[in-house]
C-alpha cells in the first residue's frame, strides 16, 4: 500500500522560509513524477509544483516561480518543497503527491496522495 506523509508545515511570518518533505513508501518512488498541490481555506486544491522521475524538469505555478524550489532525493525516496518569501496568500493545506505518468498541473494524473500538512503566513 502507497503511503505519502507530508511534514514541515506550521505558522510563520511572511517573508521566512519553510522547506516541506515528503516521505514515500509502498512504491517504486523513482518511477513516480511528484508533485505538490495546496489548498487555500475556501478555495479548490491548486497545482504548485512538479518534478519528473530523474529530476531532470519541474513546473511551477507562476506565484511561485522564483521563490519555491522542488527537489527529490531518491535514495531517501522523499520529495521536497522549499518555500522562500513566503506570503500570507501561500497560506494553505500542501498536498504531495504521485503520478505514475508525468503528473504535471492535473489532480486526475495522480496516482496517490498524501494528508495534507498546514502552512500559515501570517502578515
Known amino acids: 500500500q502507497a503511503q505519502l506523509v507530508e511534514s514541515g508545515g506550521g505558522l510563520v511570518q511572511a517573508g521566512v522560509s519553510l522547506r516541506l518533505s515528503c516521505a514515500a513508501s509502498?512504491?517504486?518512488?523513482?518511477?513516480?513524477?511528484m508533485g505538490w498541490f495546496r489548498q487555500a481555506p475556501g478555495k479548490e486544491r491548486t497545482f504548485v509544483a512538479n518534478i519528473m522521475w530523474s529530476a531532470d524538469r519541474t513546473y511551477y505555478t507562476d506565484s511561485v516561480k522564483g521563490r519555491f524550489t522542488i527537489s527529490r532525493d531518491n535514495a531517501k525516496n522523499t520529495v521536497y518543497l522549499q518555500m522562500n518569501s513566503l506570503k500570507p496568500e501561500d497560506t494553505a493545506v500542501y498536498y504531495c503527491?504521485?503520478?505514475?505518468?508525468?503528473?504535471?498541473?492535473?489532480?486526475?494524473?495522480?496516482?496517490?496522495w498524501g494528508q495534507g500538512t498546514q502552512v500559515t503566513v501570517s502578515s
Open positions: 503527491a504521485a503520478s505514475k505518468g508525468f503528473g504535471l498541473f492535473t489532480e486526475g494524473a495522480y496516482d496517490y
Open positions: 509502498g512504491l517504486t518512488f523513482s518511477s513516480y513524477a
